[in-house]
């Protein structure tokens, strides 16, 4: 065990670490951050999707320890400072981008991701992006229409309904 | 996953040393060696995680024009910057997915050898040099079978070393659950000739397709390459994906659809 300290949604915190802890588990069983979630286990699913350092990771698969000093931003992160939903989040909901909200703290922290890096994407490079993300009840269209909402641009030619 | 103890060297001369133990590991990105723990395929005393070692980090070009990629090095890393090799860029821009890219490097990749990797055929199809602590090992006697490489134990990569072709292109048929190429085909022409790489076909890892070689050698056309017969399909993977004739009527597919990209 070694004690392993991130700052983590802008808060600097503490908790124990064996070398094989995955960073989900850090976050979810040491700090009680249970909104990152974990589907697959396997690095399929991409539910558990944290931001490393400003980057998509995997949280099922990265170690605690070898991010020990790391910035991490989870689910708990993207709302607005007064407890509002942040712009991504509000977006899922308003297109209804979530069914059961399973895959929804990954689906967010990529989308918040690929708008970081590419702020005004195509419908295509949404679908490409979100590739490690999967969705078992929306068919995908909701959550791609939330992601072209949250960038501020017209839904209106996304495909199929 | 058992546990281990895991070392952060800062240096390529702490983690040589810290590998030098019989019980270590060395840890990459850990996209596929993680996964591979949990499933207790894999296990290790002591994980050597090589992602604080500034030095193997990044990419240059060297005097002779290589474009010279440090060996922990992610493949987002070399999707934004590898602009000199724009092929190699646009294979790493494909592999996995983002948060994947994010963490997984090219040395890893490299070290594994996966049958379906992706990196094995840019490097093999562009002649690369793979370079350890201690020597370098060009890319044709790198590769020696299905996970199997030129690597000795606690050996690592820290640098791969590619010479940019004149035209070159890398064709992906991608098997969509795990993102891995189903067959894919790296083709790099060289004054001196056209190299053609292929992975995710062969039982054996991969493979350069010599008669394809030799029709794009004097004719580099799509059409060249149609007038060759698939190559045998006998040493191909078959699973639940593609028999083994698919796999090889896929190669020369991919193999044509290469060579019209690359120009």
């Known amino acids: ?161 | 996953m058992y546990d281990f103890e895991l070392v952060k060297p800062s240096t390529l001369q702490e983690a040589v040393a810290a590998l030098k133990d019989d019980e270590a590991q060395a840890l990459g990105g850990g996209q596929t060696l993680l996964p591979t723990m949990k499933a207790r395929l894999a296990m290790a005393g002591k994980m050597v995680a090589l992602s604080g070692v500034a030095e193997i980090k990044g990419i240059c070009t060297d005097d002779a024009g290589r474009i010279c990629i440090g060996g922990a090095t992610t493949h987002a890393t070399v999707a934004r910057e590898a602009t000199g090799f724009p092929a190699l860029a646009s294979l790493a821009a494909r592999i996995g997915d983002p948060a994947v890219r994010n963490r997984g490097t090219i040395g890893g990749s490299l070290a594994n050898n996966d049958p379906s990797a992706c990196y094995p055929a840019g490097a093999l199809a562009a002649n690369a040099v793979i370079v350890t602590p201690d020597r370098e090992i060009a890319a044709d006697d790198y590769f020696q079978g299905m996970f199997e490489t030129a690597l000795d134990e606690g050996e690592i990569i820290t640098e791969v070393k590619f010479p940019v072709p004149e035209a070159a292109a890398y064709e992906k048929f991608i098997q969509p659950a795990s993102r891995f190429p189903l067959v894919a085909v790296f083709v790099a022409k060289f004054s001196d000739g056209v190299r053609v790489a292929v992975t995710g076909a062969s039982s054996d890892g991969v493979f350069r397709w010599a008669e394809a070689e030799a029709a794009l050698s004097s004719d580099f056309s799509a059409e060249a390459v149609s007038g060759l017969s698939a190559p045998d399909a006998g040493g191909m993977i078959s699973d639940l994906h593609g028999d083994g004739a698919y796999r090889a009527h896929l190669v020369k597919v991919m193999t044509a659809r290469a060579v019209k990209a690359a120009h």
């Open chain 1, 1 to 161: 065990m070694a004690k392993v300290t991130m700052t983590v949604n802008g808060k600097t915190r503490t908790a124990e670490a064996e070398g094989r802890t995955l960073l989900v588990e850090w976050l979810r069983e040491g700090l009680r951050l249970t909104g990152t979630h974990v589907g697959c286990d396997t690095s399929q699913c991409g539910a558990c999707v944290v931001h490393v350092d400003g980057e998509a990771v995997k949280a099922c698969t990265a170690l605690a320890q070898e991010l020990d000093g790391a910035e991490v931003t989870t689910i708990e992160g993207m709302a607005n400072a007064d407890g509002s939903l942040g712009v991504v989040q509000q977006a899922f909901q308003d297109y209804h981008g979530l069914q059961c909200g399973f895959c929804t703290p990954g689906m967010v922290m990529s989308a918040a991701a690929l708008l970081k890096e590419n702020p005004k994407p195509t419908e295509a490079e949404v679908r490409h992006y979100l590739e490690g993300n999967i969705c078992r009840c929306t068919g995908y269209h909701n959550i791609v229409k939330a992601v072209m909402a949250a960038s501020g641009q017209d839904v209106a030619p996304v495909a199929a309904e």
